[in-house]
């Protein structure tokens, strides 16, 4: 075998398994993992939820924001309640969902936090493009490689898809969870009972 067929078929399995990696991880299904014992339970929609009791804290997200002006810390917003989306300019699902969120964090403006992470985007430029396109405002993280995603603990209300969007109560504990596009609609049902617990 010539050197160049074996470097194309090397070449090919890669493409093969990035694309095979990307339709898994691209999903509007809604499905949640039922682990059981872990303290949380999925409702209709697909909207997981964790009792005030049996939540477990946020890891330490952090890194650079995407539009390249300094860094960001989830952390930084505790003592609000914090909408956490993650998302990639490839994913259509994203896209579907991208105006319903900006929406609702402006409905929401003042009481609760919007954050993205932003993964998988090679380029930033495409992410930045999604952004404007969507006329999102709130701040993301960019994540490339998926490394803050990979904080979250095994058996949380840790994201398994993407898009995943996760409600972060105002003490920075885990909350709701739905791996699936949001419809404003369904996004009040999961802030509604955690912004109630505030008041």
Same mark, same amino acid.
């Given at each position: ?20 990696? +990307? #339709?898994? !991880?691209?999903? @509007? ?6 682990? =059981?014992? /872990? ?5 209709? $929609? ?18 650079? +924001? #995407?539009? !390249?002006?300094? @860094? ?6 505790? =003592?609000? /309640? ?5 998302? $990639? ?111």
């Amino acid at each position: 075998m010539s050197r160049t067929s074996s470097r194309r078929i090397r070449l090919t399995a890669a493409v093969g398994a990035a694309i095979a990696l +990307a #339709l898994a !991880g691209c999903s @509007s299904s809604g499905s949640a993992s039922s682990e =059981g014992g /872990v303290g949380f339970v999925t409702g209709k $929609g697909g909207i997981a939820t964790a009792a005030v009791g049996e939540r477990v804290d946020a890891p330490d997200i952090t890194g650079t +924001a #995407l539009d !390249g002006n300094g @860094s960001l810390k989830l952390s930084d917003y505790r =003592g609000k /309640v914090v909408v956490l989306n993650i998302w $990639g300019s490839w994913c259509s699902p994203c896209r579907a969902e991208a105006k319903g969120l900006q929406a609702t964090s402006e409905k929401y403006a003042g009481q609760v936090q919007f954050l993205g992470i932003n993964t998988r985007d090679t380029d930033p430029a495409n992410a930045v493009a999604f952004e404007k396109n969507f006329g999102v405002t709130y701040p993301s993280i960019y994540d490339p490689d998926g490394a803050q995603i990979l904080k979250f603990p095994k058996g949380s209300l840790n994201p398994q898809s993407i898009p995943t969007t996760i409600v972060i109560d105002k003490d920075g504990k885990l909350a709701a969870r739905a791996m699936r596009a949001m419809s404003a609609e369904d996004l009040d049902k999961m802030l509604e009972p955690v912004l109630a617990e505030s008041k």
